[in-house]
């Protein structure tokens, strides 16, 4: 599969962050709890400047409660980090954030010193969904485009506490092609970056491995398949996806395989845990970055 990048804003957006984390109190990373290492980027260990750092575990509404768990566990092993799952879309939930931040940052959120908090994340992690909650209204742009990139925005939360909004300068570190994959199974990457087909059959054969039981409730397999490919056929049957000659359209089940798996369709899923994921890579995350191909 080829992945296509645009690295020019990488190394413009990675300076734009290390300037601001100076003028911050605390960073807010937003992630995607269904794989919490694959979309964050290392990159911001690098520039952190031992600030305090809580992990927002976003969409945590479709993560597996059990793996999440393990991730919270994980990540509060490390010094200054927070970790705190949340579903962006629930007010109730969201408002932890505020408390945990001025719980972390005691010096600041008076009068006259606001607590000044980055939001950081890659694209589609729910970056925008999280402010609007915060902010009660529709102020940082919503929407479904990984590639779109705006300005750096403040935002008074008007509770002691100012937001600086970075959206989608953020990509995440790809350090090897699981991770690739992974991003692609829950929409991270562009629609027009990956080969639905082959994502299709990487959740397939993932489904199959760990979450056998739900797979085959929702779409009511009775004859377990033996391969990802073979799934995919039965999915796509079920589904409709069928072309003349009673052959599978395979590029159409993937589609709807996919979208049914974002959507929470077939249960909560975790994509990583904690401890079968990738080392850290320590140098700049730029050098792991497949080259950019025009789009
Ligand atoms: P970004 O700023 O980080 O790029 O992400 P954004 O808030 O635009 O959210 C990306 C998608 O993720 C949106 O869906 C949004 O509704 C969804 N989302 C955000 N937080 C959560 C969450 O906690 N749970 C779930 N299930 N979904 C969440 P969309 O379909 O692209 O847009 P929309 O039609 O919902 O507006």
Not at 35 to 64: C, G, Q
Not at 80 to 89: E, Q, T, V, W
Not at 106 to 121: D, I, Q, S, T, W
Request: charged share 25%; proline share 6%; net charge positive.
């Amino acid at each position: 599969m080829t992945i296509k990048w645009y690295p020019g804003h990488m190394s413009k957006a990675h300076e734009k962050m290390a300037e601001l984390v100076r003028r911050i109190d605390l960073i807010i990373e937003v992630l995607d709890a269904r794989l919490p290492l694959s979309s964050s980027n290392h990159l911001l260990a690098e520039l952190r400047r031992n600030k305090p750092w809580i992990k927002v575990m976003n969409k945590n509404d479709l993560a597996d409660p059990r793996v999440t768990k393990a991730w919270v566990r994980h990540f509060e092993q490390q010094s200054g980090i927070r970790a705190l799952p949340l579903s962006a879309k629930q007010h109730r939930e969201v408002l932890q954030l505020p408390t945990l931040c001025l719980r972390l940052a005691p010096h600041r959120g008076k009068p006259g010193r606001p607590l000044r908090a980055m939001v950081v994340g890659i694209p589609n992690v729910g970056k925008s969904t999280l402010i609007n909650t915060l902010a009660g209204k529709a102020m940082a742009r919503v929407g479904d485009k990984p590639a779109i990139t705006t300005c750096a925005q403040q935002i008074d939360l008007r509770n002691g506490i100012i937001l600086s909004d970075t959206p989608g300068v953020l990509w995440p570190t790809m350090s090897d092609q699981g991770a690739a994959y992974r991003l692609a199974t829950t929409g991270a990457i562009g629609a027009n970056a990956l080969d639905y087909t082959e994502v299709g059959l990487f959740a397939a054969e993932f489904m199959l491995l760990r979450y056998r039981e739900q797979v085959f409730t929702r779409y009511e397999i009775t004859t377990p398949p033996e391969s990802a490919i073979a799934l995919l056929e039965q999915i796509g049957r079920r589904l409709g996806c069928v072309v003349s000659g009673g052959q599978i359209d395979l590029h159409r089940a993937a589609e709807a395989f996919l979208r049914e798996l974002r959507a929470g369709k077939l249960g909560r899923v975790s994509l990583e845990e904690p401890e079968e994921t990738a080392v850290v890579p320590e140098s700049s995350v730029t050098e792991n970055v497949p080259e950019a191909e025009p789009q």
